[in-house]
């Protein structure tokens, strides 16, 4: 749970931005493992544009401002009562080449990641730290 704790305060540090979780992906939803500013959200739909296309995605996913971006603009994060704006998200993916889950970071401001920040996310998602502390079997 401490190592979960770190990523998620790592993540939005790195970022600047108030909103990060560390969450698998299952069949029909994305699960928290971990999460920083949602209120208690534990899970979210597979609604697409978010978590369902992170997933999917071979380098991070970004999204600087959800008003403008039509890929995530019908999911509830986006639409619903947070109001989401800003989402950078990246698969993480298991030392055999399997995507169980994602770690993102998240703002109801729009932003735009650095490159800096982007390859620090990238790496991060591949390292076997992400990969435990989501509980991803190798």
Not at 7 to 20: I, T
Not at 77 to 97: H, K
């Amino acid at each position: 749970q401490r190592v979960r704790a770190r990523h998620r305060v790592v993540a939005a540090r790195l970022f600047g931005v108030p909103m990060a979780t560390v969450s698998i992906v299952d069949t029909d939803r994305v699960w928290f493992k971990a999460s920083l500013g949602l209120q208690g959200a534990r899970q979210t739909t597979l609604d697409p544009g978010l978590g369902a296309s992170v997933i999917l995605a071979d380098k991070a996913y970004v999204v600087s401002d959800a008003r403008t971006d039509p890929r995530p603009s019908a999911h509830p994060l986006v639409t619903g009562e947070l109001g989401l704006q800003f989402y950078v998200a990246a698969a993480i993916t298991t030392a055999s080449g399997h995507r169980r889950g994602t770690v993102a970071v998240m703002d109801t401001e729009p932003h735009q990641g650095t490159a800096k920040q982007l390859a620090m996310l990238e790496a991060w998602r591949r390292s076997s730290w992400t990969t435990r502390s989501c509980g991803c079997p190798r």
